[in-house]
């Protein structure tokens, strides 16, 4: 049975919007079979969320699309999820699902998509590349769509980054974390993210993480997202007093990030205790950078 390993991702990383990702080390699986006819969907853990066990899935969708690309007739399908990454948390848990139902395909019409092709029905799906692109190459990308391509640079960041994630008892499903947003910006803001942007792929190119607390800031949506979620300004506060580099919101939130270069246990103690004086319950959790992307074996080798 061929199965698919695929790392949740953390979006925007501050001034990026829609554009910068990092790969994690926090992974959902997929295991799947071809057969006859047919379509059988065990979703597994759903973490109290509504996941389709039917065509509506978004695996089998992704599937779907990807093999329209193909040629290949779909085929009869057993399919397995394995949940790790917590749903409409804004650590990238639709975008596994595109890139493992894509990968699927892939194995299914024997490998006739490249990795580029892969990536633009990845990004169609999704409508930008900043949870795709790291949850399929790993490490940290930063990526821009033009005419239905998707153009990307890869970056290793530094060994010594490590992540602290927040992520609350609370959902907040993208759709309305976007609704909040302006439909226009000043050329100020928007020239204050640029330059942080460009900053981000510059520090983490050159290992330059003290540069990371200012390459984080952000005017195009954190300002309008924070008020959905309670606590936003306590958590990057007390963050940065326990010797984070920095803190923001990991893609369209609710859930947090906090980026360290030392004491990352301790860091992790201390704010475990801080979280607790909050309204909501936080789980705080350290993840390394994942530097591999997406995994797959087949037969019993990694294809």
Not at 90 to 98: D, E, F, I, K
């Amino acid at each position: 049975m061929p199965s698919i390993k695929l790392p949740c991702s953390t979006a925007n990383m501050g001034a990026g919007f829609d554009s910068i990702g990092m790969a994690l080390t926090l992974y959902n699986e997929i295991e799947f079979d071809v057969c006859e006819s047919g379509l059988t969907i065990d979703v597994g853990e759903t973490q109290g969320l509504f996941i389709a066990d039917d065509d509506r899935n978004l695996i089998y969708r992704s599937i779907k699309r990807a093999l329209e690309e193909t040629k290949v007739p779909m085929p009869g399908l057993r399919i397995r999820q394995i949940n790790r990454i917590p749903q409409t948390r804004g650590l990238g848990s639709s975008s596994a699902c595109v890139v493992g139902g894509i990968i699927a395909a892939n194995i299914i019409s024997d490998g006739s998509l490249s990795t580029d092709d892969m990536i633009s029905i990845a990004a169609e799906i999704e409508g930008h590349p900043d949870n795709i692109l790291p949850t399929f190459v790993g490490g940290m990308t930063a990526g821009a769509i033009e005419n239905g391509k998707v153009s990307y640079v890869h970056i290793d960041p530094p060994q010594k980054l490590k992540c602290c994630v927040f992520v609350p008892d609370f959902p907040l499903p993208t759709k309305k974390a976007r609704a909040v947003l302006p439909k226009e910006v000043s050329l100020k803001d928007a020239v204050f993210n640029v330059s942080r942007a460009a900053l981000m792929v510059g520090a983490m190119t050159q290992g330059r993480l003290d540069l990371v607390r200012t390459a984080l800031k952000d005017r195009l949506h954190e300002p309008y997202r924070k008020d959905l979620i309670p606590g936003f300004d306590f958590i990057v506060s007390e963050s940065e007093k326990n010797g984070a580099l920095g803190c923001c919101l990991s893609g369209a939130g609710p859930t947090m990030i906090a980026f360290l270069d030392r004491d990352y246990r301790q860091f992790q103690q201390r704010m475990i205790s801080e979280v607790k004086k909050l309204d909501h319950k936080w789980e705080v959790k350290l993840l390394d950078v994942c530097y591999e992307g997406a995994t797959w074996d087949f037969n019993g080798g990694v294809l």
